[in-house]
């Protein structure tokens, strides 16, 4: 047996399992529900992501710009005090420290006649002091200052 009741603006029937609203009104707030997780899944991986997109990038331009004053550095020092050695950069900048490898280039490496021990390969790494796996490498070629002399016959 039904009977049909309007309340309100709900329109309920009578079944025999008691008032029943017409419609889908849980199903649809079910649907809404598993419409805003997704949504709300998907928007926090998303955020997730660019917090590490903008870490890596502080990273790598810190250690861009420590690598270039810690070349300058290196372009600056003598010649013959070019070896290998490590350290942390300042109190600035505690999170970083930097490695550097010296080896003389010879003659034969380069393909330049009379280079003899006139240029050296250095390559720096800046690398992250928390976690040694993030590192920035720059490869340079310094020379031997040319000292001028008197032009003799």
């Not at 600035?92 to 010296?102: H, I, L």
Request: charged letters at 20%; aromatic letters at 6%; glycine letters at 8%.
């Amino acid at each position: 047996m039904l009977v049909s009741k309007s309340v309100g603006t709900t329109r309920l029937r009578w079944s025999t399992c008691g008032y029943v609203q017409q419609g889908l009104a849980l199903l649809e707030v079910l649907l809404a529900v598993a419409v805003l997780s997704l949504t709300m899944v998907t928007l926090l991986g998303s955020q997730s992501q660019s917090v590490a997109l903008i870490t890596q990038a502080q990273f790598e331009t810190t250690a861009a710009l420590l690598a270039q004053e810690k070349l300058t550095d290196l372009r600056l020092t003598d010649f013959d005090d070019l070896f290998n050695e490590s350290g942390e950069f300042g109190e600035e900048s505690t999170d970083f420290g930097w490695r550097t490898e010296v080896a003389a280039l010879t003659e034969d490496a380069v393909g330049i006649e009379g280079s003899g021990d006139m240029l050296k390969s250095i390559v720096l790494t800046v690398f992250s002091t928390s976690d040694q796996s993030q590192s920035v490498q720059v490869h340079a070629i310094v020379c031997r200052s040319v000292q001028g002399g008197d032009n003799e016959p």
